[in-house]
């Protein structure tokens, strides 16, 4: 996609085959509408829940499974997130993107791991980092072998159960990195604000990707859902799968 905005959209974890084919779906009619090359996402496994007894995922095995399915079906390019090392050469034998979660960007492991896997590495600024920060897990991919390392910005926590978006720090990684993410959904939570589990407001959606392409970012990141209140997990900062075709057409 050189020269052309990066896409990447999906529900937050599968929760199941046919959420993953309805969602496929609607992205393969976007491809087609815009010409795009939306990439799918989605988690076989949340390992940073709230709670405990939060909806995790199916797991490395059978989320793999169905990932690669929709990828043979639908011809999609896949982006997945790793929260383990173990876990890197399975998820590289599938997916074409592999995620770094924030929280654990700075784990030299688990970057070393994902880079060896020759695939494109996505990762997401801490809440605890700034963007000028990011030279350094890219510095770590780059040194392992990675080819191409991409950047997501998704807030800062500045105090308790809420995150703030600095837009200057897409710019300042855009000095590390050609390819910058606005992740425009988990941008909007309110971590641990709901009563043992994270929260948001999806109406603060396309304000965010808007605010992030006058700052210059070269790619969004949506977390979609055909009835979000109903998902399985961050149902209050999904976007509706109904409104992603209107703000792509904003974007593009």
Sequence with gaps: MKNRNVFIAGPCVIENMQLLKTVA???VRLNKKYDLDIIFKASFDKANR???TSYRGPGLRDG???LKRIKEVFGLRILTDI???????????????IQIPAF????????????KTGKIINIKKAQFLSGKDM???????????AKEVWLTERGNSFGYNNLVVDFRNIP?????VPTVIMDCTHSVQRPSAGDGKTVGDRKFVPSMALAAKAFGATGYFFEVHPNPDQGLSDAANM???SNLDNLIDKLR
């Design 135 to 145: 030279r350094y897990p890219v510095e770590k991919c780059m040194e392992s072998g």
């Design 83 to 97: 929260h383990e090392s173990h876990q890197a050469e399975a998820v590289g034998d599938v997916a074409d993107i």
């Design 25 to 27: 779906e609607e992205l």
């Design 64 to 66: 793999l499974a169905m």
């Design 50 to 52: 709230t709670s405990l």
């Design 239 to 241: 976007l509706e799968l």
């Design 172 to 176: 300042d990684m855009r000095e590390i």
């Design 104 to 115: 654990l960007c700075r784990q030299t492991d688990l970057l070393v791991a994902a880079a």
